[in-house]
């Protein structure tokens, strides 16, 4: 690590946020993307967040990867997303 670098906690420089939706909220043909813990990213007819966020799992699943977004979205409550406390 260089040497001007400051060591910080993830919490300090990110909000990290649960999602809010249910797997039962995601319909075939909505308008927005939906997010669960799932490879596939489902669709719902309403967004719970318009933000630039990491989505990544709260607990094991088959979601291998962390998906950066910047617009509305939804994410069911078994998921988390880390949003920037500051300017980095």
């Not at 094991?60 to 988390?80: K, P, W, Y």
């Amino acid at each position: 690590m260089k040497t001007n670098w400051q060591t910080k906690k993830l919490g300090e420089i990110c909000k990290i946020s649960t999602g809010k939706s249910n797997a039962n909220e995601a319909i075939e043909h909505g308008k927005y993307a939906f997010f669960d813990r799932s490879k596939t990213i489902k669709k719902s007819s309403r967004f719970i967040f318009d933000c630039e966020a990491l989505i990544i799992p709260g607990e094991g699943a088959e979601f291998s990867r962390g998906i950066i977004l910047v617009n509305l979205i939804s994410i069911n409550e078994h998921m988390r997303f880390l949003t920037l406390r500051v300017t980095l």
